[in-house]
C-alpha cells in the first residue's frame, strides 16, 4: 500500500501481466474527470528505459486505475531489506548499476522533460527491477496527487518520518534537489543495507542519513557501514567514491546538490574506472 493506493497484479488471458494501481478514495476524490485526463495525458509522455511504462487507465464506478508494465524483480527496498537471500545476491557492481539507472531516470525527469517534472515521492519502494535487475522508477508524474490537499501534508511528513525528504521539506518546499537529496538516501541505502528509517535501531541510528553523514569521509567508518551482505567484496576506492557522490547529494542546502546530470556523470566515470583497473589486474 503507497501513500497514493494500492498496487495490484493482474493477469490477462494471454498470459502477460501487468501492475494495477488503484488510487486511494482520499487522493482521487480531489481530481476533476478532466484533470485526472491531463494527469494521464502527462504520464502517458514520459518514456524512458528507466522509467515504469503505463500501459493504460480506466476511470469507472468512481474508480481511477492506473496500468502499468510489470516487474519481476519486485522494489528495490524488498531486495534490500527482506529476509530471503535476493538480497545478498546485490553484488557492488550491481548496486551501482542500479543507482546509474535511478539517476539517469531522475535526469530525465528533470533535464529533458518540459515542463521538468519533480518526482517527489522518490525512494527505495518506488524503484523497480526487472528481470535483469535493470531499474525501472515507479510513481514517475504522480507529484500533482501528492500536492493535493490533505495528502501534501501528509507526503512531507512521512518523506521526513520515513527519512527521504530533505531538510527544506519541513518549510514546504519541495523543487528538483529535494528529489536529489532523496536520491542521496536511496544511494545510502545501497551502501548500507540499512532502511532509512528503522526504529528497532539505537537512537542515534534510526535515520539513516542523519547517522551516516558524518562518517562518509573516514575509510574506517565507511568500512564498518557498508552492508554485510557484500562480504568485504568491492574495491576500496570504489566505496569512497560512492560515498562521495552521496556526501553531495545529501548536503542540507538544496543549492549545494548536484544536478542528476552531474550524478549520472560521477557514476559512469566509477564504472568506468573498475572496468579500466578490472582489466589490468586480469593482464
Request: proline share 4%.
Amino acid at each position: 500500500m503507497g501513500m497514493l493506493g494500492s498496487v495490484y497484479r493482474a493477469e490477462l488471458p494471454n498470459g502477460k501481466i501487468l501492475a494495477v494501481k488503484k488510487l486511494d478514495k482520499r487522493v482521487s476524490d480531489h481530481l476533476k474527470d478532466d484533470e485526472f485526463l491531463e494527469l494521464i495525458n502527462g504520464i502517458d509522455k514520459i518514456r524512458h528505459a528507466n522509467i515504469v511504462e503505463l500501459i493504460g487507465y480506466c476511470a469507472e464506478h468512481g474508480q481511477r486505475l492506473l496500468i502499468y508494465e510489470y516487474c519481476s524483480n519486485g522494489s528495490l527496498q524488498d531486495a534490500i531489506h527482506s529476509d530471503d537471500e535476493f538480497g545478498t545476491r546485490l553484488s557492488w557492481n550491481t548496486r551501482i548499476r542500479i543507482a546509474l539507472g535511478a539517476a539517469r531516470a531522475l535526469e530525465y525527469l528533470h533535464e529533458q522533460c518540459q515542463p521538468p517534472i519533480v518526482h517527489r515521492n522518490f525512494k527505495s519502494a518506488n524503484i523497480l527491477l526487472d528481470d535483469d535487475l535493470s531499474v525501472r522508477v515507479s510513481e514517475c508524474g504522480l507529484a500533482p496527487l501528492i500536492t493535493s490537499g490533505s495528502v501534501s501534508q501528509l507526503s512531507g511528513q512521512l518523506l521526513t518520518a520515513y527519512g527521504y525528504g530533505a531538510p527544506e521539506f519541513e518549510s514546504g518546499i519541495y523543487t528538483y534537489q529535494s528529489d536529489v537529496y532523496s536520491f542521496g538516501v536511496v544511494m545510502l541505502e545501497l551502501l548500507t543495507g540499512r532502511q532509512s528509517y528503522d526504529r528497532t535501531r539505537p537512537r542515534g541510528e534510526q535515520f539513516l542519513v542523519r547517522w551516516a553523514i558524518p562518517q562518509l569521509h573516514d575509510i574506517d567508518s565507511l568500512s564498518r557501514m557498508v552492508d554485510p551482505s557484500l562480504n568485504g567484496e568491492y574495491p576500496a576506492k570504489s566505496l569512497s567514491n560512492f560515498a562521495d557522490i552521496i556526501s553531495r547529494c545529501v548536503q542540507s542546502e538544496p543549492e549545494f546538490r548536484p544536478a542528476m546530470s552531474e550524478v549520472v556523470l560521477y557514476l559512469l566515470n566509477m564504472i568506468r574506472r573498475e572496468s579500466q583497473q578490472s582489466e589490468s589486474t586480469e593482464k
